[in-house]
């Protein structure tokens, strides 16, 4: 079965449409307030991906090629999946900001080759898994923007289905 992710300019009220709810209200919204509140941590914008980052949820094999070999394309930060539970106001506001922009500096783990850019697994069941850059993603989310990251097609990962 493929996921069909919801149309953004009509959403619908089915349970997809439910599930992105946040992030399509986020998008363009330009106040972190809208995601956080008072809050110093929320939980992602973005449905939980069904298997997080466990073996088998996508190509690790494909992400590392492309990790040494980055190319950049857009991608739309309202059709994604969270591998994470949580985001941070302070990365957030961090990417909102024009430090990164000016340097390209990353908020944290910038020696982590997986956190130089924000990286989409787009799956064969038509999920797009936000593997790293969820502040970035949650950013361009709030200002209303495509999310510059390496892109992936893949798989699910050779670890599927074995216990």
Sequence with gaps: MTFQYP???????????QQFSRAHKAFGAKNPEE???????SPAPWPRAA?????????QGRVD???????LSEVDPRNLH?????ITRAGVDYYLGDEY????TTFADQDQAGNRFPVVYSREDGQNLALSGHHRAAAAL????????????????PERGRG
């Design 82 to 86: 969270a591998t994470q539970p949580s």
């Design 35 to 41: 995601l956080f509140g008072e809050s110093p941590t």
């Design 65 to 71: 090629a492309a990790l040494r070999n980055p190319v």
């Design 51 to 59: 298997r997080q980052k466990r073996r088998g949820s996508f190509d």
């Design 142 to 157: 709030l200002r209303g923007e495509t999310l510059r990251a390496i892109h992936i097609e893949g798989p699910w990962g």
């Design 7 to 17: 149309d953004p300019e009509n959403p619908g009220d089915d349970f997809a449409s």
């Design 101 to 104: 922009q000016e340097t390209g």
